[in-house]
């Protein structure tokens, strides 16, 4: 079967990707591994990052009149016509209750709809939304394929998978973290492996929080290996809790058992009821510094660290689209391709040099030099003052080490052992994870 373009992977990057091509006027095939492709299967919090704060360049627009979601820097807007919730503020907990708020969600809320630090939408839907529109513009979407083969030929790529074959002028790899497009075409080779996340998703109603509306992060610690909860609001009353590991050992039903029944926060979860799981198990690897590799692009979380979040997906394929969009033209005019260099350019200014990913990573390793109950708890009895309100994968961490660095004095003069554990942080966080790097895989 022969097309303009064949794009893997029908998340939000490889949607927004097909559409753009195919409101183009080029042929599309977009080919997703799930025979339902609205259907979640990955854990997922549906979450649209930073509201309140540029992102990837951008500020999205929840447009509920029109039912859109709209990205005005980059003239994309998205149909999405279901129910919507707002989280206003993020506190962070540490194991036995101490607390750090980013925001004061009564406070914020006062501002209205621009107090928000974060929308929450039903993934599931928007999918449905935009493979409508994708259907709309031509694009032949096609499930059940799990591709297996990719050739790389000087005028084409073939793709071949599920007893069938594709070719097409052009590859958008958008098949996520785990990559199957990335490994199999050798745009791995250049990076570093750190270790797998791995998660569970429970969406679930009965929850009582002390404060509804807000994101909250719990950290812990079982059998001495660092846990992590997170709870996001989701429209219907309900919310979404997932617990996760970076440690390979780590058991992660047990892992939730200790938040819902001996944590200091086993109370919120007494009248739990809940009605959907899903799991997660995802490599992170350093990103990926060049676009596009030959006639494969990639776009959305498939050259992340851990992921381009769901605006930064929805944003990234549309310029993939449109940068293949541009180079098929170029080609059909006999001028030379200069839109795969255009999209290399744009990939590091908005991705790859724009964020520290190292620092980022870091953030994670927090419970890997603060290893005990006792030492995060110190840390988080100091703060007593909330940081600036924030749900910014990258910009968080910036606030939160402004504080740090605040109270760095009284942590010298108190507990000399906690600030040599901080300095720690000068290190890379390959150094700081060597130890879980060594007995993790990636999986493809």
């Known amino acids: 079967m022969q097309y303009d373009l064949i794009v893997v992977g029908a998340g939000p990057a490889g949607l927004a990707a097909a559409r753009a091509a195919g409101e183009n006027g080029f042929s599309v095939a977009l080919l997703e591994k799930k025979p339902e492709p609205a259907v979640l299967k990955r854990a997922c919090m549906g979450i649209l990052d930073g509201a309140n704060e540029y992102i990837h360049h951008d500020l999205f627009i929840v447009n509920k009149r029109n039912n859109r979601i709209c990205f005005p820097a980059h003239g994309l807007s998205v149909k999405y016509d279901g129910p919507w919730r707002n989280g206003y503020a993020f506190d962070s907990y540490s194991p036995n209750g101490y607390r750090i708020q980013s925001g004061i969600a009564e406070e914020q809320k006062k501002k209205g709809e ?26 032949d979407v096609l499930p059940g394929i799990d591709v297996q083969k990719v050739t790389n030929n000087p005028e084409d790529v073939v793709v071949e998978g599920s007893g069938q074959s594709f070719r097409g002028k052009y590859l958008i790899a958008a098949d996520g973290l785990n990559s199957r497009i990335a490994q199999m075409t050798g745009m791995n080779e250049d990076r570093t492996y750190f270790c797998n996340m791995r998660a569970i998703t429970r969406y679930a109603s009965g929850i009582e929080l002390p404060e509804p509306d807000t994101c909250v992060a719990v950290y812990g610690f ?14 219907y009353g309900e919310y979404s809790i997932t617990v996760f590991t970076l440690h390979p050992k780590v058991d992660l039903k047990a892992a939730e058992n200790h938040f819902f029944t001996k944590a200091f926060s086993a109370p919120w979860f007494k009248n739990m009821e809940i009605t959907n799981t899903l799991s997660a198990h995802l490599n992170c690897h350093s990103p990926i510094a060049n676009a596009h590799k030959d006639r494969t692009l990639i776009a959305g979380d498939v050259g992340a660290i851990i992921e381009k979040t769901n605006p930064g997906s929805m944003i990234c394929g549309w310029k993939a689209g449109h940068a293949v969009s541009l180079a098929l033209q170029e080609e059909n005019l006999g001028l030379e391709v200069t839109a795969l260099s255009q999209y290399d350019d744009w990939w590091r200014e908005d991705y790859y040099d724009c964020y520290n990913h190292d620092a980022y990573m870091k953030t994670w390793s927090l419970p890997f030099l603060l290893n005990t109950d006792e030492d995060i708890d110190y840390l988080f009895s100091l703060v007593k003052e909330p940081i600036p309100p924030c749900f910014h994968p990258y910009s968080y961490r910036k606030h939160f080490g402004k504080v740090i660095k605040q109270i760095m004095p009284t942590i010298e003069r108190d507990r000399p052992d906690v600030a040599a554990k901080f300095r720690m942080m000068g290190k890379s966080f390959a150094e700081l994870i060597a130890d879980v790097t060594k007995i993790s895989k990636p999986v493809f």
Do not use: S, W
């Open 114 to 139: 621009h107090g928000k630090v974060t929308a929450v939408l039903d993934k599931e839907i928007l999918l449905k939304c935009m493979i409508q529109e994708a259907e709309e513009n031509g694009v």
């Open 222 to 235: 079982l059998d001495e290996n660092p846990i992590t909860m997170f709870i996001y609001p989701r429209p």
